[in-house]
T-cell receptor, first 113, second 111 residues
Framework: EADIYQTPRYLVIGTGKKITLECSQT?????MYWYQQDPGMELHLIHY???????EKGDLSSESTVSRIRTEHFPLTLESARPSHTSQYLC????????????FGSGTRLTVV | QKEVEQNSGPLSVPEGAIASLNCTYS??????FFWYRQYSGKSPELIMS????GDKEDGRFTAQLNKASQYVSLLIRDSQPSDSATYLC???????????FGKGTRLHILP
């Protein structure tokens, strides 16, 4: 009964293509996050947003960009995909304050060939 | 020193035994602590949160927090093969309200 949705679930795409990974949540959360995770490895925060028109880069440098035009929608875009972008991308959201954990979407597994 | 540290494992525990997962954190004034479970190929799932010193129990799970020692642990009683997963310790540091995740401990429950 996830309230945060990511599409597509799997994506295989050629080098140089532009791609957008979608993330939407129905919980009205202001805070949203994008993480990158390789198999068996740790989570890396790449972007986050604390509300509409607010976006910040995370701890891991990423060639991707994000936008936050609506509260419920936080898409991630790669202008020119490369094989090094192959990874799992996880979107999360949380309520305000410091007592709430993150709710994660199911993730998008991206393969760039 | 990393902000949130966990032993990467794997930690192997016989079925029915107690699994004990440990985590230390660097920020003495951290206020909120979480445990996530992540199955292979899946996204993390929040299973426990704890904010005060002491124990918090939820079913077979018990989270323990000791702020003086900057230590948080997760106990899983009556371990089941379905508990085999990676467990991520997560801490909200005081300087902002982003969660910092540990690298995770891989847990194997042996049938």
């Amino acid at each position: 009964e996830a309230d945060i949705y990511q599409t597509p679930r799997y994506l295989v795409i050629g080098t140089g293509k532009k791609i957008t990974l979608e993330c939407s949540q129905t919980m009205g959360h202001d805070k949203m996050y994008w993480y990158q995770q390789d198999p068996g490895m740790e989570l890396h925060l790449i972007h986050y947003s604390y509300g509409v028109n607010s976006t910040e880069k995370g701890d891991l440098s990423s060639e991707s960009t994000v936008s936050r035009i609506r509260t419920e929608h936080f898409p991630l875009t790669l202008e020119s995909a490369r094989p090094s972008h192959t990874s799992q991308y996880l979107c999360a959201s949380s309520e305000p304050g410091t007592h709430y954990g993150y709710t994660f979407g199911s993730g998008t597994r991206l393969t760039v060939v | 020193q990393k902000e949130v540290e966990q032993n990467s494992g794997p930690l192997s525990v016989p079925e029915g035994a107690i699994a004990s997962l440990n985590c230390t954190y660097s920020d003495r004034v951290s206020q909120s602590f979480f445990w996530y479970r992540q199955y292979s190929g899946k996204s993390p799932e929040l299973i426990m949160s704890i904010y005060s010193n002491g124990d918090k129990e939820d079913g077979r799970f018990t989270a323990q927090l000791n702020k003086a020692s900057q230590y948080v642990s997760l106990l899983i009683r009556d371990s089941q093969p379905s508990d085999s997963a990676t467990y991520l310790c997560a801490v909200i540091l005081n300087r902002d309200d982003k969660i910092i995740f540990g690298k995770g401990t891989r847990l194997h429950i042996l049938p």
